[in-house]
Nanobody, 135 residues
Framework: EVQLVASGGGLVQAGGSLRLSCAAS????????IGWFRQAPGKEREGLACISSRDNVTIYTEFVKGRFTISRDNAKNTVYLQMDGLRPEDTAVYHC????????????????????????????WGQGTQVTVSS
């Protein structure tokens, strides 16, 4: 059974930091680029960052560039999202996804949101973790 389990969310004050983890199982993790997405109630899904499978190429969308850092540890089948300088507008459920064409998607859409993020059929999509940033 394929699983992508995000964790590390919680309540933090504006300006604070959180580190999310995405633990994968059931597929060959090291073969897949991994991305982080988020969606707040009533808002469109946003792509945030992705990382290539083995050579750590990273792409960030305009929503988080300069504040968030994506990394991965293939030995642990885990991808991380370090989130610094959090803002109330970062409040959302954060998901991770694995897809062989993820880098191309992120390159095509510097502001990956809405239909391109929501209608794309990701190879694997994980359950989310809630991040709440108070002002």
């Amino acid at each position: 059974e394929v699983q992508l389990v995000a964790s590390g969310g919680g309540l933090v004050q504006a300006g604070g930091s959180l580190r999310l983890s995405c633990a994968a199982s059931g597929f060959t993790f090291a073969d897949y680029p991994i991305g982080w997405f988020r969606q707040a109630p009533g808002k469109e899904r946003e792509g945030l960052a992705c990382i290539s499978s083995r050579d750590n190429v990273t792409i960030y969308t305009e929503f988080v560039k300069g504040r968030f850092t994506i990394s991965r540890d293939n030995a642990k089948n885990t991808v991380y999202l370090q989130m610094d300088g959090l803002r109330p507008e970062d409040t959302a459920v954060y998901h991770c996804a694995a897809d062989l064409h993820l880098l191309s998607l992120f390159k095509l859409y510097p502001r990956l949101q809405g239909a391109p993020a929501e209608k794309y059929e990701y190879d694997y999509w994980g359950q989310g973790t809630q991040v709440t940033v108070s002002s």
